[in-house]
């Protein structure tokens, strides 16, 4: 018997993903392994210029939109369905941390709410954009990324961001449960402080906040945005048809360890 080697390049041949926050860090690079691996790519994004441009670099579909708003959300979905067949693939991935988001006593209820509305409410509303579709089909994946704050406590504050990533990693696991005979996967990928702009961004003003997270970090160093993709192509595939509900750390060791090695 002839055993056909599997061609895990092309494990997402045939598979539409829609992502967003697709047009810079995590997600476009995410975006790029999954078309890598044959997957069909929508990226939502609230910046045209460089979604179009992502899109473009994926050979995909770029839509903008608000992630805040339930119409445009809704379009997202179904336009992804309508120009390519379907919807298999959500990552939900779009998130802000503003820097008027900080400790609990000096954050005010403006910021905690936009915070919320970007980071939870847009979850709440992909995830149920995407599920009309899933649930029809009889399969999908969605992954949310939620983040390491969400199942340890943070050195550095950012109250409503750390509060609204332990909402998407309770909805992503209530979801993967409720959803799972129905051949539905939901993830929570849960990343450490990762080297993307945003990242850059804040700790660019603030260099010793920046030591205080990375001191932490077992592995000595922040993510790069390719090794969450990897994560995510992972979870969006067969290879991990027995993972749902989970919370997916890949964090380079921070949730593990009591004190950072030397």
């Known amino acids: 018997m002839t055993v056909t080697p599997l061609d895990l390049t092309q494990r997402l041949a045939g598979r539409v993903a829609v ?11 995410t975006a790029r392994r999954l078309a890598a691996e044959g997957a069909k790519v929508v990226i939502g994004d609230l910046d045209p210029t460089s979604g179009a441009a992502a899109a473009s670099d994926v050979d995909g579909l770029f839509v903008q939109l608000d992630v805040t708003e339930e119409a445009q959300v ?8 309508r120009v390519y067949g ?4 959500a990552f939900n991935n779009a998130g802000i ?21 970007v980071n939870l409410k847009s979850v709440y509303l992909c995830s149920r954009a995407a ?9 999908g994946s969605i992954i949310n990324t939620a983040s ?3 199942v340890l406590g943070s050195a550095t504050s950012q109250i409503s961001y750390t509060a609204s990533k332990g909402g998407v990693l309770a909805m992503s696991r209530e979801l993967g449960v409720q959803f799972a005979r129905q051949g539905i996967r939901v993830n929570a990928l849960c990343p450490g402080p990762v080297n993307t702009p945003l990242l850059q961004e804040l700790f660019a003003k603030d260099p010793e906040r920046a030591q205080r997270r990375l001191v932490h970090v077992p592995v000595g160093r922040f993510a790069n945005p390719e090794e969450l993709a990897a994560a995510v192509a992972f979870l969006a595939s067969d290879d991990a048809s027995f993972i749902t509900g989970s919370t997916f750390l890949v964090d380079g060791g921070i949730s593990a360890a009591y004190v950072t090695p030397l």
């Open 74 to 81: 809704d379009h997202l979905f179904d336009e992804a369905a």
């Open 19 to 29: 992502i967003t926050g697709g047009a810079s860090g995590i997600g476009l690079a």
């Open 131 to 139: 599920l009309r579709h899933m649930v029809a089909q009889g399969r």
């Open 148 to 150: 390491f704050v969400a």
């Open 97 to 117: 941390s503003p820097p008027d988001d900080d400790s609990i006593e000096t954050t005010e209820l403006p910021a905690w709410q936009k915070v919320q509305d």
């Open 86 to 89: 379907s919807v298999d693939i």
